[in-house]
């Protein structure tokens, strides 16, 4: 818990953090309300052209930002000063729309917030970034993406349920717009959200385990082995030692478990393994490792727990020593001299018996 408290972000970065990110999410609802109006615009044009007025109000092109990642699971540290936003459209993505978006989102800004804010879209990665000037200086990733993209894995499902269904699929799906976002970033996307959802019902109510991501989170950023561990599947594995635990563990108990599932060699190729709930095929989250990699952290984890043992954790986590309570000091010193007594007393008494019993004999 003394090194909890060292890496845990100070107010000040949290209330920064909690700033930037309302004012992205609020910034982003009027982008939102801009390009619905701007849609019912042109529909009203189109339809007056007809005679008809058939202008639905739902039909927005920004459906909802969700947090994910860090800020999402709670678990920030002392310097983080990135923070990840998903936002949902209606329709396939586009670059067009992104840089619409990005064009707009100073102005909204500008219109409820003094500070000042850099916008940057990056269409190649699919996401843009606000950065803010004031100290400390936070960013917001905003990555854009729609469950739409992945309408090919849920038209093979269609085709094995039915004919009517898949007919229905297909005259239900569109063509892919020419400018249309890089497929597997979006993906990528869909899946943090999927991440962030599951983590937020399964670790988050699970006792200390939150805190022990962190500190393994801490020791992935100061230890270059570690950092070779994906950050989901970190999640996965301390999820699951805790989990499976028969009762509720302290910080500590839940550290030297954790510790003892990776030293018995649950990233080795030949091992287990860790199942991605978050996929419907059978997905390892472990299958980015390198073998060398999981061999380094392997033998790192029984390393940490030797040194556990031998209490000696604060080298693992990289803090000095705590000195040891006065109270617990000398109660392990009463106890060696209460036995020492007891012991000799007990020698002397034995002596004296068996020299009676010749007296007597």
């Given amino acids: 818990m003394a090194k909890h408290s060292t890496i845990y972000p100070v107010e000040e970065e949290l209330q920064a953090v909690q700033k930037i990110v309302s004012h992205s999410e609020r ?44 800020l999402a699971k709670g678990l920030l540290l002392h310097g983080d000063r990135n923070v990840e936003l998903i936002l949902l459209s209606a329709k396939k993505p586009t670059v067009s729309l992104l840089d ?13 917030s003094e500070d000042q804010y850099e916008v940057q879209a990056h269409p190649e990665e699919a996401n843009i970034v606000i950065c803010s000037s004031k100290e400390p200086k936070m960013q917001v990733t905003i990555s854009l993406t729609s469950p739409l993209m992945r309408e090919d894995s849920a038209t093979e499902e269609e085709e094995k349920a039915g004919d009517k269904a898949a ?3 297909e005259a239900v799906s569109e063509p892919d717009p020419p400018d249309v ?4 970033k979006c993906l990528e996307y869909l899946a943090a959200l999927r991440h962030a959802k599951w983590f937020q019902a399964r670790a988050n109510g699970l006792q200390s385990c939150v805190i022990i991501i962190r500190v ?9 082995t570690w950092g070779k561990m994906p950050g989901w599947a970190m999640e996965l594995l301390v999820e699951k030692a805790i989990s499976s635990a028969s009762g509720p563990l302290s910080p500590g108990e839940a550290m030297r478990r954790v510790l003892e599932c990776l030293a018995t060699g649950i990233l080795l190729p030949d091992g287990p393994g860790l199942l991605d709930p978050c996929e419907k095929d059978q ?20 390393h940490a727990l030797r040194l556990l ?37 007990g020698e002397g008494e034995g002596k004296k018996d068996k020299k009676e019993d010749a007296d007597d004999a």
Avoid: W
């Fill in 27 to 70: 910034a982003l609802k009027l982008v939102s309300d801009s390009l619905l109006e701007k849609e019912d615009e042109k529909k009203e044009e189109e339809e007056e052209d007809k005679d008809k007025v058939t202008v639905d109000p739902q039909a927005r092109m920004l459906k909802g930002v969700m947090r994910v990642g860090i």
């Fill in 100 to 112: 619409r978006i990005a064009e707009q989102l100073p102005k909204e800004l500008a219109t409820f």
């Fill in 167 to 169: 007919e229905k699929e």
């Fill in 181 to 184: 976002l890089n497929k597997k």
């Fill in 216 to 224: 393994l989170r801490d020791l992935c950023h100061r230890v270059p």
């Fill in 283 to 302: 997905t390892d989250a472990l299958e980015s490792m390198t073998n060398q990699a999981r061999e380094e952290i392997t033998a790192s984890a029984q």
């Fill in 309 to 345: 043992a031998f209490r000696q954790i604060h080298r693992v986590l990289g803090m000095e020593s705590l000195p040891v309570p006065k109270a617990r000091a000398s109660a392990r010193n009463r106890k060696r001299r209460r036995d020492g007594n007891e012991t000799g007393e």
